[in-house]
């Protein structure tokens, strides 16, 4: 299989994606595909302050109705995660949503966690605007699978792929006590190929050369770079594109906006950001979860403690070992021997002890039998789990049924 045939998708599915394109560009104009500025996610684009509250969403949402050339003022809410249930990467429950249009006044809503990550958060707002945008122009179709995937290339012809592009797929970290784990966040429903396909479209209509091309590409990293470049490499012809979407020669079109102008101040009513109550802030621990369902981790302390006898006799074998030269000799298989039986102890005498924790992978406090909600994070015990790795499957099936 070539190189190519993994990094682009198949013919059907990029004849589509110029395809819908091409619809946006009959609907609406070429202006917003070949002219509007290609927001990315640094100070140049966002110069508003942030001082974490409603003030600064508002700021924030605002600049992206700008860039998507919808005059028009927003209303967007800081919604606690309570009662969210966990993270989706579309409507309700996402890190930002399109919520209604209400007099054709755009309302969004933003988990109040998300407030803490400006690389979720930015792009999610930027496609809940996108979405607000397909109300406003009544593009939105009937069938809601394919209105989100339209969605998602709705946001890539408005300017927005650079910030949508990274985000639909973005690996990262979260430390829990002393252990971090690998986290995945996602955002809208189509592939980051495709998108990235759907990127270098944009690129190839706009004649962008190799350089501007290739810090494109730096900017995306990992995958959707070289998913990207792939795209460029394929669309070689920029006249036979711009014909198929229907974009006229580039000798017709209007300048391009001015970046200056579109991060004028944006007149929010109340400049004053002291006043603003943080919503962005990590409270830690202890309340946390106040509200929210947690699990009670149900299992033995046969291996916690199988861990505490004989590690230590490991750790410490190791150690003498290392100290031959002082004449004290240690055989480590002896050593062995006597960590195994200790760690065979440890499983015995833990099978015995019933050992009940919060799921919270934060928190972890020990829950008495009697106890109904979690001491430390203050979660609601809603269920019984017997091992951490069930959290997230018990959680969406708690969310499914509260949803029936």
């Known amino acids: 299989m070539a190189d190519d045939d993994v990094l682009l998708p198949p013919a059907d599915e990029r004849a589509a994606i110029v395809a819908a394109l091409g619809e946006l560009v009959r609907a609406q104009g070429h202006e917003h595909l070949a002219l509007a500025v290609m927001v990315e996610p640094d100070e140049r684009y966002f110069p508003d302050k942030w001082a974490g509250g409603e003030g600064s969403l508002y700021r924030l949402a605002k600049r992206l109705l700008v860039y998507a050339d919808l005059d028009t003022d927003v209303r967007a809410s800081i919604e606690d995660d309570v009662g969210l ?3 989706s990467p579309v409507g309700p429950g996402a890190p930002a949503w399109f919520v209604k249009l209400e007099a054709g006044t755009p309302v969004l809503a933003v988990r109040a ?20 945008w397909r109300a406003r122009h009544r593009l939105t179709v009937r069938d809601p699978a394919r209105e989100q995937q339209l969605v998602d290339l709705t946001a890539i012809y408005l300017g927005f792929g650079m910030l949508t592009v990274p985000a639909a797929v973005r690996h990262g970290t979260s430390r829990a006590s002393s252990r971090v784990r690998a986290t995945v966040s996602k955002l809208g429903v189509t592939s980051p190929r495709t998108l990235a396909y759907a990127l270098a479209v944009v690129a190839r209509t706009r004649d962008l050369d190799g350089p501007r091309r290739a810090r494109m590409a730096a900017a995306l990293a990992g995958n959707e770079a070289a998913f ?30 001015a970046l200056s102008l579109l991060t ?16 962005d802030e990590d409270k830690g621990v202890v309340g946390m979860n106040a509200g929210k369902p947690v699990f009670r981790v149900e299992r033995s302390k046969a291996m916690r403690l199988a861990k505490m006898f004989g590690l230590p006799v490991v750790l410490l074998g190791m150690l003498a070992g290392r100290m031959a030269h002082t ?29 009940s924790r ?11 039998p009697e106890l109904t909600e979690c001491p430390m994070c203050g979660g609601r015990i809603a269920g019984v789990i017997h091992h951490p790795r069930e959290r997230l499957a018990a959680e969406e099936a708690l969310a499914r049924e509260d949803a029936r």
């Open 85 to 87: 249930g966990p993270m």
């Open 113 to 132: 966690s998300s407030l803490r990550e400006p690389l979720v958060l930015v792009p999610a707002l930027a496609r809940a605007v996108t979405e607000a």
């Open 228 to 257: 990207f470049s792939a795209g460029c490499a394929a669309l070689a012809d920029g006249d036979a594109l711009r014909a198929e979407l229907g974009v006229p020669a580039p000798s017709e079109w209007s300048d391009p906006p």
């Open 264 to 279: 004028a101040p944006i007149d929010d009513g109340d400049p004053s950001v002291s006043r603003e109550v943080r919503r």
């Open 327 to 355: 004449g004290l000799e240690i055989e480590m298989w002896k050593v062995f021997v006597i960590a195994g039986g200790l760690a065979l102890f440890g499983l015995a005498v833990g099978r015995l002890i019933p050992d």
């Open 358 to 368: 919060c799921s919270e992978p934060k928190c972890g406090a020990t829950l008495r």
